[in-house]
């Protein structure tokens, strides 16, 4: 018999990352950009790209924990074959929501990052793609909730 507290803290643990990937996105996306724009324009991109750095540098640890929790709770509860559609269109969901983000984080970020004068393209092309992964990242919280406890 495995402890069901152990479970509790996988879940939470789970949740939690869940949480920031998704909240911290909307915030990187939405509610920073309305903030940075009060700054003059050369203190406007460097906050904007410490702020998508560091979203971006916990996401490199977020996602994979987020996806080896699942996973766990899956295997905990029986397996894949036995969960609904809607856990499994939840874990397909997840794994196209670290697509984009690896997209974004080797493609318009690194750009962003190397560029002397980034252009408003960059920051636009960042953008898109977090709110990408934020609207995926919706839909995939009303699947988990379709599909009840794992």
Request: contains cysteine.
């Amino acid at each position: 018999m495995s402890n069901p507290y152990l479970w509790s803290v996988i879940l939470a643990l789970h949740l939690l990352c869940m949480a920031y990937w998704i909240g911290g996105g909307l915030y990187a996306a939405l509610v920073s950009r309305s903030t940075v724009a009060l700054l003059e324009p050369a203190q406007r991109q460097n906050v904007q790209i410490q702020l998508i750095a560091r979203y971006f540098r916990a996401l490199l640890h977020i996602i994979p924990t987020a996806l080896i929790t699942g996973w766990l709770l899956v295997i905990h509860a029986g397996g894949f074959a036995t969960m609904s559609l809607p856990i499994n269109i939840m874990q397909g969901l997840a794994l196209v929501m670290a697509l984009v983000f690896v997209n974004a984080y080797l493609g318009p970020f690194q750009s962003l990052r190397r560029a002397i004068r980034p252009q408003p393209a960059l920051f636009d092309a960042v953008r898109k793609r977090v709110m990408l992964m934020v609207a995926i990242g919706v839909l995939t919280v009303f699947f988990a909730a379709m599909g009840g406890n794992v």
